[in-house]
């Protein structure tokens, strides 16, 4: 069983910025696929971004150049950085992670297919 403990969640005004953290039970090299995922109480998740096991980076159109994921292999985190951050980012935001075989592309426009453990959330909330 893996755990997921999102972290670094907080309120924020129209360009500011956050570092949200996701600590991992296990190694961050044994998922072969890590996702940031958003949701808005009453709307369908969204894929925010996702990353394979060889590093390779995906993001959606709406986050692209202003958000970055990264990884320490050491630490066992995974982090999404928040730049120029936006009212329309205002979520939850969890981590994920598929212990198989999950292409990116896949699971940044299927909400998520193919990732098997998730994390409890953080709240992101950017105000104009």
């Known amino acids: 069983q893996v755990q997921l403990v999102e972290s670094g969640g907080d309120s924020v005004q129209f360009g500011g910025s956050l570092r949200l953290s996701c600590a991992t039970s296990g190694s961050v090299s044994d998922y072969y696929t890590i996702g940031w995922f958003r949701q808005v109480s009453g709307k369908q998740r969204e894929g925010v971004s996702c990353?394979?096991?060889?590093?390779?980076?995906f993001y959606s159109d709406s986050v692209k150049g202003r958000f970055a994921m990264s990884s320490d292999n050491v630490k066992n985190m995974v982090y999404l950085q928040l730049n120029d951050l936006k009212p329309e980012d205002t979520a939850v935001y969890y981590c994920a992670v598929a212990v198989s075989p999950a292409p990116c592309v896949v699971v940044i426009q299927t909400d998520g297919r193919g990732l098997d453990y998730w994390g409890q959330g953080t709240q992101v909330t950017v105000s104009s």
């Open positions: 990353m394979e096991s060889d590093g390779r980076t």
